[in-house]
């Protein structure tokens, strides 16, 4: 569903599912000039609290790493453009947060 979402919104989707030693990036996109690492929660109901609640320090700590990591495989420059972004689904309901926390 995220990917779908964001390619409707013209989104270029660089890699599914990115997976290293370190952890895993959901989504990595290229939107204009910003690449762009996505994680996507989602949560059948609110029972469990909000899908983007999902994303704790600990969470946004590995996604800046793996981010890292990445980059460096792919000979990404020091200072590119990047952003983090998380895509909260609720049953058929869809959050798309940019910027939804900064590199840490």
């Known amino acids: 569903m995220a990917l779908e979402y964001l390619e409707k919104q013209n989104i270029k989707i660089l890699e599914k599912n990115f997976r290293c030693k370190i952890g895993e990036i959901d989504l990595i996109c290229r939107d204009s000039d910003y690449l762009v690492f996505v994680e996507v929660k989602f949560r059948r109901s609110n029972a469990m609290g909000f899908p983007e609640e999902a994303v704790d320090i600990r ?46």
Do not use: L, P, Q
Not at 82 to 90: E, L, M, W
């Open 59 to 104: 969470k946004i700590k590995k996604i800046c790493k793996v981010s890292d990591y990445y980059r460096m495989i792919r000979n990404i420059k020091d200072d590119a453009k990047i952003r983090f972004d998380v895509i909260a689904i609720k049953g058929e309901e869809i959050s798309w947060i940019k910027n939804a926390f900064e590199y840490i």
